[in-house]
């Protein structure tokens, strides 16, 4: 494993370098951990435990999630002629695939149903690639939180905990490689392109967060049975620890994203925007929020 502390290397590292490239792809292929969801010890629940799990209303959602960032993040692997960086990218998509395969392994094992969603082909390779990724930046940062909220107030058995902490982990290398593989693509284009590139990132960030926003609208409306769009952020509702404040929650998602981000090199750019906006909010509301 390449890991860093990130207050020892030198973050000087040249944007688009060829040690850029080389550091973006062999650090995701580095800390690669094996696991094989079939093999799964799932944990023992208690009836109040099933019961709880077997409510939850994002499980297809999320296995929906996962078959169409698996795809789309498999196929965009062709966008690459360096060899690692393309080896990264399939390798991202094979781990996507492996976190739907472990929730349908839940699913079956807790009697859960879901249903296995058709095969997701994306229409266009990078602005696929880009969505997706810029949606796991804020999903990811909230699922850090949530995942720690669900850890330390005892809603997840430490079973299942230790099941999904992998799937956690996994979720930080993928933000932190897009981040920088975005920051290497751009400086590949010649100058002229360069603009037209930031304007189109600029505008899937737009759709992002306005879905985000749509979510957090329809928070303070009765949700409809089943709708469980951008469950990381309708998430803390679910898992019953709704009194938790949206202060309370974002110190948790800031705490736990840098934490999991430290492990590894720190000449590799770190995700800023969700992050960034998620401090500015911290700070303008009151903490009984
Ligand atoms: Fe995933
Ligand atoms: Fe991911």
Not at 97 to 105: D, I, T
Not at 127 to 152: M, P, V
Not at 256 to 280: C, H, Q, S
Request: aromatic content about 10%.
């Amino acid at each position: 494993m390449s890991v860093v502390p990130a207050n020892i290397e030198s973050a000087s590292l040249t944007t688009g370098s060829a040690e850029h490239r080389r550091l973006l792809g062999q650090f995701f292929l580095d800390t690669h951990v094996e696991y094989v969801p079939e093999r799964t010890q799932w944990p023992e629940l208690t009836q109040e435990e099933l019961a709880r799990m077997q409510s939850l209303p994002f499980w297809q959602e999320a296995v929906s999630t996962e078959n169409v960032t698996s795809n789309t993040v498999a196929a965009a692997a062709t966008l690459e002629s360096d060899p690692i960086v393309r080896k990264a990218i399939e390798l991202q998509g094979f781990e996507e695939m492996r976190h739907a395969r472990l929730l349908v392994e839940l699913a079956s094992h807790y009697r859960i149903t879901i249903e296995s969603p058709p095969r997701f082909t994306p229409s266009s390779l990078e602005s696929d690639f880009l969505f997706a990724g810029f949606g796991e930046c804020f999903d990811s940062f909230f699922a850090f939180g949530l995942f720690a909220l669900a850890r330390e107030s005892g809603l997840f058995p430490p079973g299942l905990v230790k099941v999904f902490e992998p799937v956690m982990q996994e979720e930080a290398r993928h933000i932190l490689f897009f981040v920088n593989w975005v920051a290497y693509r751009r400086s590949q284009l010649p100058w002229w392109r360069r603009p037209a590139f930031g304007l189109r990132c600029a505008w899937i960030i737009l759709k992002q967060v306005a879905s985000r926003v749509r979510t957090a609208r329809a928070l303070t409306r009765p949700q409809a049975p089943g709708s469980s769009e951008n469950f990381t952020l309708t998430a803390h509702q679910d898992l019953g620890v709704a009194d938790v404040t949206l202060h309370g929650l974002l110190e948790l998602c800031l705490t736990e994203n840098d934490r999991r981000l430290a492990e590894y090199d720190a000449r590799l750019k770190r995700p800023r925007l969700v992050p960034g906006i998620a401090r500015v909010v911290f700070r303008l509301i009151p903490t009984s929020m």
